[in-house]
């Protein structure tokens, strides 16, 4: 630490304050594999008698607590027990990465490294994306198409909810949900969509709420889509194909369009909207264009 401090004014000519230094950009996983969220101290010094710790949106949300070489668990959100390691080996030259193993759905959102000491305390934000959850399709029923929406590895059990492009709630026609030996959950539910030329603008929602919570942030684009309307089942299928595939690439790359607005409002939403209490929150778009309606 003080020669990191030393090297910095013999450079600079005056003092350098420390700071915490994240990737600059998301991070992103899939389900099931080991990520790791980078962070370092800037300038250089030795972390291995600082205090650091790894949360979510509060003190009281724990991810991992490292203090004086050793890990603190006690403290830890039982989500992250046994899933989470702070890289030993770089702590000497500043690193302070920590590793999350077994990605879960839920591990999505930010996360706050911060370090303190006697002499000053220090944060820095880093975004995990978590791949989203799993679509397919389902038979021609009831003048519309059956769309099905699967996602595994959760803790507490969500509620999944469909949403239209004024935030009201639309009806699953069904919604399972079971649980493994680790006590994670699979939930399962499915939605008929449909539309007519006449209708609004539309847009389909979806979201993943912990148990418990009622409310959360809602946003999704909006396109002219008056689809379904007359359309043979064939080419209802056709259409919903084309855009789940269109849907899948997008958010099995960089999310694109959608994620990019997401990424904007994020200074909005830690305004007004308490991430940590999000497990996941992913907003699909169904745009067609008269793909149907003029087919």
């Known amino acids: 630490g003080k020669l990191g401090e030393a090297l910095c004014f013999l450079q600079l000519g005056f003092p350098c304050r420390r700071s915490l230094v994240g990737p600059g950009h998301s991070v992103t996983a899939t389900v099931g594999q080991d990520v790791v969220l980078p962070c370092h101290l800037s300038p250089q010094q030795d972390a291995h008698s600082l205090e650091v710790r790894w949360i979510r949106n509060r003190l ?51 996360y706050i490294c911060t370090v303190g000491d006697t002499d ?11 791949a989203d959850p799993h679509l397919s399709l389902g038979g021609y029923e009831a003048g ?11 803790y507490p059990l969500p509620q999944l909810l469909w949403r239209d492009a004024r935030r009201q709630h639309l009806p699953s026609v069904s919604q399972t949900h079971s649980q493994d030996q680790e006590g994670l959950f699979e939930i399962e539910g499915a939605i008929i969509v449909t539309g007519s030329v006449e209708g609004p603008l539309r847009s389909l929602g979806l979201a993943f709420l912990p148990a ?20 043979q089942p064939w080419m209802v299928a056709l259409a919903l194909v084309l855009v789940i595939l269109a849907v899948s690439i997008g958010l099995g790359g960089k999310r694109v369009t959608v994620k990019e607005q997401q990424r904007q409002s994020r200074r909005w939403k830690r305004v007004g909207v308490d991430e940590g209490k999000v497990s996941l929150v992913c907003f699909l778009c169904f745009s067609l264009f008269w793909l149907v309606s003029n087919g």
Request: with cysteine; charged share 25%.
């Open 60 to 110: 009281s949300e724990t991810v991992h607590h490292y203090h004086n070489g050793e890990d603190l668990y006690e403290e830890q959100m039982g989500a992250y027990a046994e899933r989470t390691e702070l890289a030993r080996d770089g702590l000497s030259a500043g690193s302070l990465d920590l590793q999350i193993s077994r990605v879960r759905p839920s591990d999505d959102g930010l």
């Open 120 to 130: 000053a305390y220090d944060k820095a934000i880093v975004e995990l994306e978590v």
């Open 144 to 154: 519309g198409v059956r769309v099905l929406c699967r996602s595994a590895g959760w």
């Open 212 to 231: 418990g919570m009622e409310t959360q942030p809602f946003s999704c684009c909006l396109f002219s889509a008056p689809f379904f309307h007359n359309a």
